[in-house]
């Protein structure tokens, strides 16, 4: 499909701006220029303190802020405080990914985006998490809703990135765009639970800062 004959996108009615948290480029890529097609309002919000290493955010963020400065989207570099993403999630440490520890990580992220949304005359959010396959839509907007409930006037953007291919085209994107490429969906609880499946199917652990898209490798990466 090519890009003439995706159809624009438009905010629900009476809304007008939008605040997109963003949890990387490969995810945001399709995203971000769907809604400038569209000519949608809108500005990046990069929140995620989830993210570990330091090394791993820093490069999420910096290739984040290298595609939106490209397209002259504005963009929010929000705090990184892993310290209360740790005791926010303290004793979920080994839930599975989809469960319990998710659900706050979204609920925390979403809650900051309200925030800003609030204070900064936004008056609707979305994300880029819910493009990708691994992640649970219904759960992503349920912790969207749950956010913006306190404060007035405020809604989230429920869309499903997904449809018309979206999950293919945020590849191609990424692959055009020779984005860092991410194996693990973000938190130090992932990181090991990733690489404790490589090590069961004998596949080497996951080196930070290594590997790019690029159009001669494969389309499948564990955001
Ligand atoms: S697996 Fe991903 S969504 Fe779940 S807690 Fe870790 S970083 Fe957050």
């Not at 892993?82 to 303290?90: A, M, S, V, Y």
């Not at 809604?155 to 590849?171: D, F």
């Not at 973000?186 to 996951?206: A, F, H, M, Q």
Request: with cysteine.
């Amino acid at each position: 499909m090519s890009n003439n004959q995706i159809s624009k996108l438009k905010l629900p009615e009476n809304k007008f701006k939008l605040l997109l948290h963003s949890c990387c480029a490969p995810c945001s890529g399709d995203i971000m220029k769907r809604l400038l097609d569209s000519k949608i309002d809108y500005t990046i919000f990069f929140y995620n303190p989830n993210i570990h290493p330091h090394e791993e955010y820093l490069l999420r963020k910096e290739e984040n802020m290298k595609f939106a400065k490209k397209y002259e989207i504005p963009f929010i570099d929000a705090d990184y405080n892993p310290r209360d993403w740790f005791d926010i999630t303290k004793g979920m440490e080994n839930e599975p990914e989809r469960g319990k520890r998710c659900t706050a990580c979204f609920d925390m992220r979403f809650i900051k985006t309200s925030e800003y949304a609030y204070n900064n005359g936004f008056d609707i959010i979305s994300s880029t998490l819910g493009i990708s396959r691994w992640k649970d839509m219904n759960q992503i907007n349920k912790s969207g809703e749950f956010a913006v409930s306190e404060y007035e006037g405020l809604s989230y953007w429920t869309y499903n990135w997904r449809k018309e291919n979206g999950s293919h085209r945020m590849i191609q994107v990424s692959k055009d765009e020779r984005f860092y490429m991410q194996e693990y969906c973000g938190c130090v609880y992932s990181l090991r639970d990733t690489n404790d499946w490589r090590e069961k199917n004998s596949r080497p652990k996951i080196e930070i800062g290594v590997k790019y898209y690029s159009h001669s490798n494969e389309e499948a990466s564990n955001n």
